[in-house]
């Protein structure tokens, strides 16, 4: 075995618990952690309200769930350019100009006066939400030090559900005041998560440039095909996409939806409701999977907690009481947070640290919309065909899939090699 590719995997001195000092997080990292609470607000306090809104142009389910699978199709059709421009401009300039521009559909949201118009604003915001995903995706692998990946990881997407669990509840209490008004707190939010990115992030590629070596090590730009020679990449692709079917398809999408139909007047609360504490238990997992994942390595977390988020995932559809329907809640949320930052950490660990990953992670990115995409539809016609509880059931089933494929992932994280010179 060579030496970069077992670099990752070098023993840390055994006997000691704590043979050096950790590297700090890097500060861009921490804007981009701050700028996530405030886009997670926004979405989550819209995420409830969303396919209710949708429905109010007098749609099914299906249609309505289209609302949300057109953000994630603009997502992934956009997905490759996203990842070439970030390749191209650098991180900053692409993050704000993406949330730029998802905060005007956004906006325009709230001035829709027709189904159409809904879902051609929506569709707009997908272009934007791709260029400020990837590209915080791709400075996080960039700078995060390899020793620290799963807790950046895992900060990063507390940060996410941090928002998520604030955002829904006060969603909720929101669509009081109509559904429109929503979208205008959300999109100023984008508009604040823009400025903070711009004043504190824009220097980063200015300072690069200052040093002929950094600016060398950016420059390097992994090649999708060095990608695909990791296996643990390849299972990412399809734990992404089982993932994006369940957590950001059917449960944005069919979940409130789900908690009207099954609980009458006590839907539109437990609909924000849901959808929070489901980001409770995701925040409570993201304690420790962090730790958990750079301890003992990506496979186990992704594997445990896959299976639990397909397991309650199957079940929430068929029950008819509110402490199931809570508790179902919090235990898909405890999965998804076991395995998020361990999926990022993998992804992170085939980029390398110094690398531009821009194509490799709009892949990933392209698999996980993708699931985004046919989920809700697929869901949603099942749901209204045969009802709720078999379409929760057929996605839960499917993120089986996800499991098996990392049940063939050896823990060996096996890295591209990060240094073209040699072993």
Not at 236 to 241: D, I, P
Request: glycine share 12%; charged share 10%; net charge positive.
């Amino acid at each position: 075995m060579t030496k970069n590719a077992s670099t990752f995997n070098e023993p840390e001195k055994p006997g000691n618990p704590e043979p050096r000092s950790l590297p700090s997080v890097p500060r861009e990292i921490r804007v981009l952690v701050a700028a996530a609470f405030v886009v997670a607000l926004g979405f989550g306090l819209i995420a409830p309200i969303l396919p209710q809104f949708a429905t109010s142009f007098n749609v099914g389910v299906a249609a309505a769930s289209v609302i949300v699978s057109i953000f994630a199709f603009a997502r992934l059709i956009f997905a490759p350019v996203s990842g070439k421009l970030t390749d191209r401009l650098g991180e900053p300039t692409v993050y704000v100009t993406g949330v730029l521009i998802v905060a005007l559909s956004t906006i325009l949201c709230g001035f829709a006066q027709s189904y159409t118009q809904l879902l051609i604003f929506r569709g707009l915001g997908g272009l934007g939400s791709t260029m400020f995903t990837v590209s915080a995706m791709a400075l996080i692998a960039r700078m995060s030090p390899r020793e620290i990946r799963g807790r950046i990881a895992g900060l990063y997407s507390g940060a996410f559900l941090l928002g998520n669990v604030a955002g829904p509840v006060l969603g909720s209490f929101a669509a009081g005041m109509g559904f429109r008004i929503p979208f205008f707190i959300y999109g100023g939010a984008l508009v604040v998560a823009a400025a903070i990115v711009y004043f504190s992030i824009s220097h980063s590629r200015r300072a690069a440039q200052k040093s002929p070596a950094e600016t060398a090590t950016v420059a390097d730009r992994i090649p999708l095909s060095e990608a695909w020679g990791a296996a643990s990449f390849k299972a990412a692709l399809v734990s992404g996409f089982t993932n994006g079917w369940m957590t950001f398809g059917v449960r944005m999408s069919l979940i409130p939806l789900f908690a009207v139909f099954a609980f009458a007047s006590k839907g539109t609360l437990l609909a924000g409701l849901a959808l929070a504490i489901f980001a409770v238990g995701n925040g409570a997992a993201l304690t420790v999977s962090g730790r958990l994942t750079d301890t003992y390595g990506r496979r186990i977390p992704i594997l445990i907690g896959l299976s639990i988020a397909s397991l309650s995932t199957a079940m929430i559809g068929w029950v008819d009481n509110i402490p199931w329907f809570i508790a179902l809640s919090v235990i898909g949320g405890i999965g998804s947070g076991l395995m998020g930052p361990a999926q990022q950490a993998a992804i992170a660990d085939v980029v390398g640290q110094g690398r531009n990953g821009g194509k490799v992670l709009a892949t990933f990115q392209m698999s996980t919309d993708f699931g985004s995409i046919i989920g809700p539809i697929l869901a949603g016609l099942i749901a209204d065909q045969v009802g709720f509880g078999w379409a929760f059931t057929v996605s839960g089933t499917l993120g089986i899939f996800g499991v098996i494929a990392w049940l063939f992932v050896k823990e060996k994280r096996e890295v591209p090699a990060q240094d073209p010179s040699g072993s």
